[in-house]
């Protein structure tokens, strides 16, 4: 690719859909937010994407990564332990004049932030609970239910989500780990594609290793 780089390289800016809401967020360059999703003090790195009617809480998400539609990150707890688990305990300004947020709940929920490493897939409907951490290169299936951390290059599926299989060997996953190609300036990134689409993973390895810009 030997084009100029001023027609390589679109519009870095994050494109977010007139119907999203966002409270408190950081987007990376080239990061997408798409209808009718709704977050929540969410940090989207480079490049990732967000489906329609998704929504997130209290999360830090990588680069590269594809969030399907309808999935919830971060879903939120309530505080089974009370009289009453319903949000008119921590809640009640929605109902009732004079009484806040209950701040207490709110920094118990602030303490279970989910963290979502780079190139992770969350299937369409996936929930991710509280605290959950999920590693480099991840799938999530359709419609699971994370309850627990994910290594980096599982696929795990169903209710709870259980691993299916690795991704990739344990050595080739360690050669992605250390070739960290999610941190590739633009320009480089561009010129790997055409070997995305058409070397085995291997042969990529061995092709983008020892390259320089």
């Not at 879903?75 to 947020?101: C, D, M």
């Not at 080739?172 to 999610?182: D, G, K, Q, S």
Request: hydrophobic content about 40%; proline content about 8%; charged content about 25%.
């Amino acid at each position: 690719m030997d084009r100029p780089e001023h027609l390589v390289l679109k519009d870095p800016e994050p494109r977010i859909h007139p119907t999203a809401e966002l409270k408190a967020c950081r987007l990376g360059r080239y990061a997408s937010i798409g209808e009718r999703v709704i977050l929540r003090e969410v940090t989207v790195g480079d490049f990732s994407y967000f489906e329609r009617h998704s929504e997130a809480i209290y999360t830090t998400i990588g680069k590269f990564c594809s969030i399907a539609a309808n999935s919830r990150i971060n879903a939120l707890e309530h505080p089974i332990e009370r009289l009453t688990q319903h949000k008119v305990s921590y809640r009640p300004n929605e109902y009732f004049r004079w009484l806040g947020v209950d701040a207490a709940f709110r920094e118990r929920r602030q303490a279970k932030p989910v963290s979502i490493g780079h190139d992770v897939w969350i299937g369409h409907g996936a929930v991710v609970m509280p605290g959950v951490t999920i590693g480099n290169g991840a799938v999530i299936g359709a419609n699971a239910v994370v309850t627990h951390d994910v290594p980096p290059y599982t696929i795990v599926a169903g209710v709870p989500a259980k691993p299916l299989r690795p991704r990739f060997a344990a050595a080739t996953a360690a050669r992605i780990e250390n070739l960290a190609w999610w941190d590739w300036p633009p320009e480089k990134l561009a010129k790997a594609i055409p070997d995305m689409q058409s070397l085995p993973i291997e042969a990529f390895l061995e092709r983008w290793e020892d390259e320089t810009l």
